[in-house]
Structure formats: C-alpha cells, structure tokens
C-alpha cells in the first residue's frame, strides 16, 4: 500500500472519524446507569444498519430520524423504557460528540498547507452543522454536503459523486477519508484516492474499492498527504 496521499482536496467523513461516536456512552449512562455501553454500541450498529436497509428497500429517511428509530430498537432490544425527555436528551447529545484528540491539529495542518477541505457525511445539514460547531471543527471545511441533498446514504455512488462535482477535480486527485472501512470500499470504487483511518487494527472489507494509504490516525495522515504535482 502506497505510503503518501497526492491529492488536492481531502473529503472527510464526519460519525467515528471525525467526532467519536463512543463519546456519547457517558449520556447514554447518565439516563440509564449500568447500561450507557451496551445502549451506545446497540444503538450505533442499527444506526448503520438502518441506512443499509433503506438504500436497500429503495426508501429514504433523514440521518435524524433514522438515529432516533435506531435508538427506540435499542432501548426494545435491551428491555429498556425511555420516556420522551431521555429521548430528547439522547438525541441531542448526537450535537455533541467530542472530536478525536488528534483531529483538530491534523485539520488545521492540513488548511495551513492550502489543500480543499470538505465534508460529506450520512447525517442532516443541522446536525452536521452543529456537531462541528460544538467541537470546534467547523472552520476547517469550506463546505458541508449532506446525503439530503441525493436522497439515498453511503456508499451509494451518487453521494460521492455530490464531492466530485463540487470540486470538479480528477477523481483520484480527490481523497476520500474516512474511518468506517465499508465507506472506504465505496469511496474507492467510486473512484477517490480512500485514507482509511483505521484506528482499531481492524480487517478491511472484501467488496468494494480498497483504501490507497492506511493510517492509525488523521495525524498520520496530515503527514502522508502531499500535492498532486509533487
């Protein structure tokens, strides 16, 4: 696998690899002690799960809404009740995930060395807006692009392809990064220069495109990126 990224702009996901969404556990434990793990993992993996079944089904649903039935199957699935103000709660706190420790130095690394950088994420123009108000990350991106805005959730080309028009860069001049190895596989079939950010050692997917570089975090990356012409 190549060691260094030469790309002009870089687009970045947002939901575990920009802002963790682990940190939401301790909310999750403050509404349901003893239980604030096993509801954050539950309620992310059918999180995930529900925007596969929808591109699946032919279906849309906002990101917001889809987190919220994910979160309801949760509290079933575990034998948990929630009324409507831990439900608020929960949600909410989706505005407030905390960024990756290495996150905001990487991206201010990579404005100062003039390259593009943007944003295209699963999840709603608001939220997406307020997620990374909240944690600080918002100047960095000159723009923000929401699924919304297609109808249909990763890795359905059409999303990315939101990226390359804007840009209206060669595709493999655009890089792609992400930390979710699934949105890796699509980004890279579809034609980007994918960075995965594979945090946990984890096993790349088997279908899809394959990630040109793999680094264990955006600090890694900022150091592998250098321009097209270079």
């Given at each position: 696998?190549?060691?260094?990224?030469?790309?002009?702009?870089?687009?970045?996901?947002?939901?575990?690899?920009?802002?963790?969404?682990?940190?939401?556990?301790?909310?999750?434990?403050?509404v349901?002690?003893?239980?604030?793990?096993?509801?954050?993992?539950?309620?992310?993996?059918?999180?995930?799960?529900?925007?596969?079944?929808?591109?699946?089904?032919?279906?849309?649903?906002?990101?917001?809404?889809?987190?919220?039935?994910?979160?309801?199957?949760?509290f079933?699935?575990?034998?948990?009740?929630?009324?409507?103000?831990?439900?608020?709660?929960?949600?909410?706190?989706?505005?407030?995930?905390?960024?990756?420790?290495?996150?905001?130095?990487?991206?201010?690394?990579?404005?100062?060395?003039?390259?593009?950088?943007?944003?295209?994420?699963?999840?709603?123009?608001?939220?997406?807006?307020?997620?990374?108000?909240?944690?600080?990350?918002?100047?960095?991106?000159?723009?923000?692009?929401?699924?919304?805005?297609?109808?249909?959730?990763?890795?359905?080309?059409?999303?990315?392809?939101?990226?390359?028009?804007?840009?209206?860069?060669?595709l493999?001049?655009?890089?792609?990064v992400?930390?979710?190895?699934?949105?890796?596989?699509?980004?890279?079939?579809?034609?980007?220069?994918a960075a995965?950010?594979?945090?946990?050692?984890?096993?790349?997917?088997?279908?899809?495109?394959?990630?040109?570089?793999?680094?264990?975090?955006?600090?890694?990356?900022?150091?592998?990126?250098?321009?097209?012409?270079?």
């Open positions: 696998m190549k060691k260094c990224l030469a790309v002009d702009a870089l687009v970045f996901d947002v939901y575990g690899t920009l802002v963790d969404t682990g940190s939401i556990s301790a909310e999750c434990e403050r349901f002690p003893g239980r604030g793990t096993d509801i954050c993992e539950a309620w992310r993996a059918k999180q995930l799960q529900y925007t596969w079944l929808l591109n699946s089904m032919g279906e849309y649903l906002n990101f917001r809404e889809v987190t919220r039935r994910a979160l309801i199957f949760s079933r699935s575990l034998g948990l009740g929630c009324d409507k103000d831990g439900e608020r709660s929960l949600l909410d706190a989706y505005l407030h995930l905390a960024p990756f420790m290495d996150v905001k130095q990487a991206l201010q690394d990579l404005s100062d060395s003039g390259r593009r950088l943007l944003v295209l994420s699963n999840g709603t123009p608001g939220m997406l807006d307020g997620v990374l108000a909240n944690s600080g990350l918002l100047p960095h991106f000159e723009a923000i692009m929401s699924v919304d805005e297609v109808g249909v959730f990763k890795p359905d080309p059409k999303v990315y392809r939101l990226a390359a028009d804007r840009l209206e860069l060669p493999d001049r655009i890089g792609f992400s930390a979710n190895s699934w949105d890796i596989a699509g980004a890279s079939n579809f034609g980007f220069a995965w950010l594979n945090r946990t050692g984890s096993v790349a997917d088997e279908v899809g495109g394959s990630a040109r570089i793999e680094v264990d975090g955006l600090s890694g990356l900022a150091a592998s990126v250098r321009n097209s012409g270079s």
